[in-house]
């Protein structure tokens, strides 16, 4: 069992910077993928990106490629995604997730098994 809280997330004009940081418990944090989605209103949830257990190695879509990164801290059972260059485009809800899957940078959100209650992420013009 992982439990996972996201925090982070605000109100940010277009440009500007967020930084958001998920929490997990559990003591097998780093034999877990982690990776990030987000969810606009009446909008699917859609990958943002992902990193693998050990943090080695890092996947983005495409959409943000270049502005945001994904790190994590096995020692404090910590991801984050720092997001720069920040676009109306990115307000959404941003969740952290954790895949057992064995994957190395799972891209789907059925191969993630442990999901936080996400944080609000809005960007204004």
């Known amino acids: 069992q992982l439990r996972l809280v996201e925090s982070g997330g605000g109100l940010v004009q277009a440009g500007g910077s967020l930084r958001l940081s998920c929490a997990a418990s559990?003591?097998?944090?780093?034999?877990?993928?982690m990776g990030w989605f987000r969810q606009a209103p009446g909008k699917e949830r859609e990958f943002v990106a992902t990193?693998?257990?050990?943090?080695?190695?890092?996947y983005y879509a495409n959409s943000v490629k270049g502005r945001f990164t994904i790190s994590r801290d096995n020692a404090k059972n910590t991801v984050s995604l720092q997001m720069n260059s920040l676009k109306p485009e990115d307000t959404a809800v941003y969740y952290c997730?954790?895949?057992?899957?064995?994957?190395?940078?799972?891209?789907?959100?059925?191969?993630?098994?442990?999901w936080g209650q996400g944080t609000q992420v809005t960007v204004s013009s």
């Open positions: 559990g003591r097998t944090f780093s034999t877990y993928a």
């Open positions: 990193i693998r257990r050990s943090g080695g190695s890092t």
């Open positions: 997730a954790a895949s057992r899957a064995g994957l190395d940078l799972p891209r789907q959100a059925n191969n993630y098994d442990y």
